[in-house]
């Protein structure tokens, strides 16, 4: 069995209780944290079994957890006809864009996504893939665990859905909605293949009707309690603009939250994307059922759909977890930004006392990995499962601001990417680089797919 050792790391968070500590080691046992203690002694083995690192000018950090992500959306950021536009405009635009998406793309653009994730500290995602073009070919979900393996990334996808096309009142075209029999035969038959339910996997399975005006009431029902019957979490977009309370005011004759309620997706087992406009009433309620919320700052401010009222979250005991949301109204994979601007928003809102370094970290570390339903990721402790990102201070843009190495992270830098990340005690990315594929044939390939997709 491989061991890891880190040497005298600087600083190491080890969670939000614990807070950190400094000149210290963490010896890795094959998947496992096994020790973390100053000074530790292992006994001379030989190069092949033992891979000591020196970390005197690293900040170790839990690897972050990613809530919300379109991964697909990688191929279409930054488009000139839509970088100006409110989120309903922008998907009636990129529909007839991602309309096109093949077997080819879907691989691609997690291979980017998941990289760019994990080259800023991310060991842990989600992603929401609602789009199945009529005529695709092959396994999709199967195609996104290939290329998450292929990278070393703990990986917890949605199986999304889309059932209601323009025809039927809602934004997409028919090419990209499925009818609600095969999603639910699908979305079975992903669980019953994919999802791994034990402490430490590596793969699970989570349901995603994409949002209220995009299925029906039966299908949001219906997935719930399919989801129920295999213990998997659920999800969806929720409160994320006015224009959609509006829609499901005019359309369905009541909010967004009071619709999910009605049907059952509401609970300890749910966790909606955005969150942006509930009401005091509203969070009340999250709060009462345990509901959760995945925060994504950047795409928040990038669609211009307002700010979560995360710090009231917070101090109502709703659990909230960060998302990058998808790469074509972010632009970027980039986890640390993403703490970066969570910080930061809130205190635009609430003022500059609103939410701590620390409480940032602790929403994309411990609060991630209970929202995805893993219970040994999101800390540094013995017994804990070996997701590490391992970020160099040494550099000239953190210089004077060492006296607080974690807060430095956030405050201070302008390069978000690791020196090493390590996920289930393998490392995936070292001295900044993916160690699972070849990040330039990443590049060559995306850059392709994405021209042919436009064009």
Request: net charge negative; with cysteine; proline share 3%.
């Amino acid at each position: 069995m491989k061991l890891i050792l880190l040497k005298n790391c600087l600083y190491v968070y080890k969670s939000h209780k614990e807070g950190g500590i400094k000149n210290c080691d963490i010896l890795i046992r094959g998947d496992r944290i096994e020790e973390i203690e100053r000074e530790i002694v292992v006994e001379r083995m030989p190069e092949d079994t033992l891979k000591v690192i020196n970390c005197d000018d690293y900040v170790v950090v839990p690897g972050f957890v990613n809530t919300h992500h379109h991964f697909y959306q990688t191929l279409t950021r930054n488009l000139p006809k839509v970088q100006n536009a409110k989120l309903f405009d922008w998907l009636v635009y990129l529909y007839e864009i991602w309309k096109k998406i093949d077997a080819e793309a879907v691989y691609y653009s997690t291979l980017l996504a998941a990289g760019e994730l994990l080259k800023t500290g991310c060991t842990c995602t989600t992603d929401h893939h609602y789009l199945y073009p009529k005529g695709f070919a092959g396994d999709l979900m199967g195609i996104q665990f290939e290329a998450a393996s292929d990278l070393g990334i703990r990986f917890a996808p949605t199986r999304g859905s889309m059932s209601k096309s323009k025809k039927d009142g809602g934004l997409p075209p028919d090419t990209v909605v499925q009818d609600e029999k095969v999603i639910l035969k699908d979305s079975r038959r992903v669980i019953e293949k994919y999802h791994d339910a034990t402490e430490h996997s590596m793969s699970r399975v989570i349901l995603a009707p994409c949002s209220p005006f995009s299925v029906s009431p039966g299908l949001i029902k219906e997935t719930a309690e399919l989801a129920r019957v295999f213990g998997v979490k659920l999800h969806t977009h929720l409160a994320e603009t006015a224009d959609e309370d509006d829609y499901c005011i005019g359309t369905l004759g009541m909010r967004p939250l009071d619709f999910m309620e009605k049907y059952d997706f509401i609970g300890n087992d749910v966790f909606f994307a955005h969150g942006i406009h509930f009401n005091d009433d509203e969070l009340r309620r999250l709060a009462d059922t345990g509901t959760s919320v995945a925060h994504c700052p950047s795409s928040n401010m990038r669609l211009g759909s307002g700010i979560a009222r995360v710090k009231e979250m917070l101090e109502m005991e709703i659990k909230v977890g960060l998302g990058v949301d998808g790469s074509a109204s972010n632009d970027t994979s980039d986890m640390l930004g993403e703490i970066r601007n969570a910080l930061l928003l809130q205190r635009v809102r609430y003022g500059a006392d609103a939410v701590t370094a620390r409480d940032v970290f602790k929403l994309a570390t411990e609060n991630g990995a209970g929202i995805l339903g893993f219970n040994k990721i999101g800390k540094i402790e013995k017994g804990y499962q070996a997701d590490l990102a391992l970020f160099n201070v040494n550099k000239l843009e953190y210089a004077g601001s060492l006296s607080d190495p974690l807060a430095a992270l956030i405050f201070a830098g302008y390069n978000h990417g690791t020196e090493y990340t390590i996920v289930n005690g393998k490392i995936v990315v070292e001295h900044g680089r993916l160690t699972g594929y070849d990040e330039d044939e990443i590049i060559k390939n995306a850059n392709e797919i994405s021209y042919k997709l436009t064009d």
